[in-house]
Structures are given as structure tokens and as C-alpha cells.
């Protein structure tokens, strides 16, 4: 009895799991085509990157090579004394704009002060004995004339006048020698600039060998660019030359000028020169710049720095191509040539009408699908 009642309630139990999928199955059914709507299918991959582009197109390409230049003053310097002493007073501070005369420096003149007054007081006494001896000539000339002197005493008071005279001339030189010996001790700048480093000090001792300073004039400037020997053969005046900043900011546009016959024995280089404007007074001089000398001209494929990647050394870019009607991005391996401002040369692996990718490139493998933006 108990095995019987066992295989009905299976029975039952079977037959009703049956009937409950079955509904199931039938809801499924009607609730995917309610309105018409189709069933879902499972996804095909990973939804489509967005992606900006760039096209490859053939554009002047500029062969360049940047060197580092040194900036000089056209009009510099250095402010020495012509005489020694001590450092009484220092006039301007470094930096300064000066005027040509402007004192710089004063050197103790107390010591020369009275070397002149001496040699001024030794010129009036010069002068007190040419008026002696022409009162001398005067009376030995109403003398010879009563015969009461003679001839050669005559001659002895001209010439002692003659002698005067030229004692006289020779006190004056001393003076006029020793009041511009004065003069120098007041170092005035020889011409209009800026003042630079001021090594002495008050009190220090300078002699002619002394730098007191530099006045540098820096409304217009050289550029010294030092260009390797196997260069010569290419540099020409009215090369154009770029001026950039350390950080890659363009300073001024300028041409050269100058190129040396000569190569330096202990560098191996030809100097080039070339002349910039300063009106704003960015530049100093003895500032190092970034020269870039541009060679030439000529036609050539460049891709945005921001579209190429490299892997173990080697660049490479995402290419857009069309694939099974959608778009996909293909790894492709380039040459590259230099870089001007944001982009490269390409040598190799890229053609015009070229498509790359230029924005989320690190987030794409190689096939991976992408939808252009912009």
C-alpha cells in the first residue's frame, strides 16, 4: 500500500514539473514577441572605442639641426682702472643702465690730489723766475746799451730767460699731467649698457690689471653657434636660424651672417654667427640658447607626436582600417625622422590618406574596434 501511494505522488510530481516548464517556456515565447520585438542575442564583443583621428597627409618638411649657441654682446666691456689704489666709492650696483660718463668707481685720489698741488706750487715757482729773469734781460739790456755790461753778460741774462721759460713750460706739463693722473680715479663707463658683476669692494686695492666691472650693451646681440666640421660644407650666410628657449619657446627668427673660414683646432667646429634684435631686453648676454639651423626644405609625411607608442625601442601607430564593415585599429611599426615642435618626420611605414589614431591610443591593442570622434 505504502509503494503504491510512493509511485503516485512521483507520478504527480513529475507531471507537474513538466507542466511548469512548459508555461515557462510558452511565457518566454509570448513576452518576446509582445510588439513585435525581437529576443535578445547574446554580445558579439566589446563595444567600440571612441577614438580621434588624424590623417596623414604630405606636407614641407624642414631638415633641421639644433645646436647649443652662446649669446654675446655686440658692444661689451670690461671696465678696468688706469691707475692703483683703494676702492673709496662704488657708484652704481649691478645691473644698473648706465650713460657713457657715468662714474662707476672712485679710487682714493688723496695721493695724486697732492702730487698735483705740489706740481702746482712748483709752477708758480717756475713762474717767479721768469719774471726774475726777464727783469734780469731787462736791466742788462739798458746796461749793454751805456756799455757798462758786456756782450757776453747780455747773452747769459737772455739765455737765463730762455731757461725759464722752458722750466716754466715743463712745470706746466707736470701740472696738466698730474690733474689728468687725477681724473682717472674716477672710473667712468666708456659707454652706454648695462652694468655686470661688481667683484670689488670698498676698501679692496686695484691696480690697472683690475676688472672692476662690465658694461654690456643688449639691444642687439651674436649668436656663436659652434657647428661640427662635417657641417661646413652646407653652412651658407642667410641660413635660416630659429632661437628657442630651454623649454622649446621660440625666441626670434634670424639668418646667418657670419660663417668662419676657419676650423677650431680643439672643438673641431666652424663658428657660425647670426644677429638678433634684443628691444625687450629678454635675452643677456653670455646666455646659452637652442640654435636650430634649417638645412632645407622639401615635401614629406609627418604624424602627431601624441599617435605614436613604442614597444621594446620600437614605434609604432594605430592605423584605422575598415574590417567586416567596421572600423578596427592596427598596430603598425614606423621610422621615424626628427621631431619639429609636435611632430615627427616619418621615414618609413606610413602612407598619404593614411588615417592613425591620435587620442586614447593606450587603452587600444591591435584590432581592437574603435568609432571616430570629431
Keep these: 500500500m505504502r509503494s503504491t501511494m510512493t509511485r503516485s505522488l512521483s507520478s504527480f510530481a513529475i507531471r507537474r514539473l513538466v507542466h511548469l516548464t512548459v508555461a515557462a517556456a510558452l511565457l518566454s515565447g509570448a513576452g518576446a514577441c ?55 666709492r662704488i657708484f652704481v650696483a649691478s645691473g644698473d643702465r648706465v650713460a657713457a660718463g657715468t662714474p662707476l668707481v672712485l679710487i682714493d685720489p688723496d695721493r695724486q690730489r697732492a702730487a698735483v698741488e705740489s706740481a702746482e706750487a712748483a709752477l708758480a715757482a717756475r713762474r717767479a723766475d721768469l719774471d726774475y729773469a726777464r727783469q734780469q734781460l731787462a736791466r742788462m739790456k739798458d746796461l749793454f746799451a751805456q756799455r757798462v755790461v758786456s756782450r757776453a753778460e747780455l747773452d747769459q741774462a737772455e739765455t737765463a730767460v730762455k731757461t725759464a721759460e722752458a722750466a716754466l713750460e715743463a712745470a706746466g706739463a707736470q701740472v696738466r699731467a698730474g690733474q689728468v693722473q687725477l681724473q682717472y680715479y674716477q672710473v667712468v663707463a666708456p659707454t652706454a649698457g648695462i652694468v655686470g658683476d661688481i667683484p670689488v ?24 653657434i659652434p657647428v661640427p666640421a662635417e657641417r661646413a660644407s652646407r653652412l651658407t650666410t642667410r641660413l635660416p636660424v630659429q632661437l628657442l628657449a630651454e623649454d622649446g619657446a621660440p625666441l626670434a627668427e634670424v639668418a646667418v651672417t657670419f660663417v668662419s673660414p676657419r676650423v677650431d683646432p680643439d672643438t673641431q667646429t666652424v663658428l657660425a654667427k647670426a644677429i638678433v634684435g634684443n628691444p625687450g631686453g629678454r635675452l643677456r648676454s653670455n646666455q646659452f640658447v637652442r640654435a636650430r639651423i634649417t638645412w632645407a626644405t622639401r615635401p614629406g609625411l ?3 607626436v601624441l599617435a605614436v607608442l613604442r614597444l621594446n625601442g620600437q614605434p609604432f601607430v594605430f592605423v584605422a582600417e575598415e574590417q567586416q564593415g567596421r572600423l578596427v585599429a592596427r598596430q603598425r611599426a614606423v621610422r621615424l625622422g626628427p621631431i619639429t615642435g609636435d611632430r615627427y618626420t616619418v621615414v618609413d611605414g606610413l602612407a598619404p590618406g593614411d588615417r592613425v589614431v591620435v587620442s586614447g591610443v593606450q587603452r587600444l591593442g591591435d584590432g581592437a574596434p574603435i568609432q571616430a570622434q570629431g
Design 34 to 88: 509582445r510588439g513585435g520585438e525581437a529576443a535578445p542575442t547574446p554580445s558579439a564583443g566589446p563595444p567600440p572605442a571612441p577614438v580621434q583621428l588624424a590623417t596623414i597627409e604630405e606636407v614641407p618638411v624642414a631638415e633641421t639641426t639644433e645646436y647649443v649657441a652662446t649669446l654675446r654682446a655686440i658692444r661689451s666691456t670690461s671696465v678696468k682702472p688706469q691707475v692703483e689704489g683703494h676702492v673709496r
Design 201 to 224: 669692494r670698498v676698501g679692496d686695492r686695484v691696480t690697472p690689471d683690475t676688472v672692476l666691472t662690465t658694461v654690456d650693451s643688449n639691444d642687439r646681440l651674436e649668436v656663436y
Design 302 to 304: 609627418v604624424v602627431p
